[in-house]
């Protein structure tokens, strides 16, 4: 409790001083390069400053994944308004969440390359609760209107969305590619779709 109270307090100024120099350091270095002493010195804060606030340099970094992630949430929630055809949200998660990641290359480093996932799964961010829910109950929309694969739990179908489009940007960041991952959105969504569609209601 003591630190979501410091959190809020915290100097705006400050913490975009601190986010930028989460986003740099942790996007060019390995995770374990990086500590709190880092950070200070990149920022010009003070160490005493940055320990008020945040307990450690896990918690900083994962608070403000989180406020990505949730910035992420939403621009779905923004872009899937209005549609109502189960197919074609599906298309538009996966084409928001590569657009995403392509406008913010050092968000996608930290988020599928930096973080260290074990370490990330103790943190209660990791849940992504309102991302993960929106999804899910349309992958279970789809299920019970037959439209995707009965057979299948929705929150594997998550898992495969997530797992494909994840190594995606992955690949994406590792080679370094000048072209955009959106600008293959209609082969990338045609194999996860092929992946979680109702094989009955296939051609």
Known sequence: MGETIARKVLDPEVKLKLEKAV??????????????????????????????????????????????????????????????????????????????????????????????????????????????????SLLKEGRDKAILNPDIPADFMFDVLFGVIHRIVYIWLYLKKNDKMTSNINMYFSVIWRAIENPENKI
């Open 23 to 136: 986003k740099e350091l942790f996007s060019e270095k390995d995770f374990h390069q990086v500590n709190m002493r880092c950070i200070a010195q990149k920022t010009g804060i003070g160490l005493n400053t940055i320990y008020l606030h945040y307990e450690s340099k896990e918690k900083l970094l994962f608070s403000f994944v989180d406020e990505w992630i949730r910035t992420l949430n939403n621009r779905l929630e923004e872009h899937l308004q209005g549609l109502e055809d189960v197919k074609e949200k599906v298309r538009k998660i996966v084409w928001v969440i590569l657009d995403f990641y392509e406008r913010n290359p050092d968000i996608g480093t930290i988020v599928v390359m930096t973080v260290p996932f074990k370490t990330w799964m103790t943190d209660e961010t990791f849940k992504q609760r309102d991302l993960a829910s929106r999804v899910i």
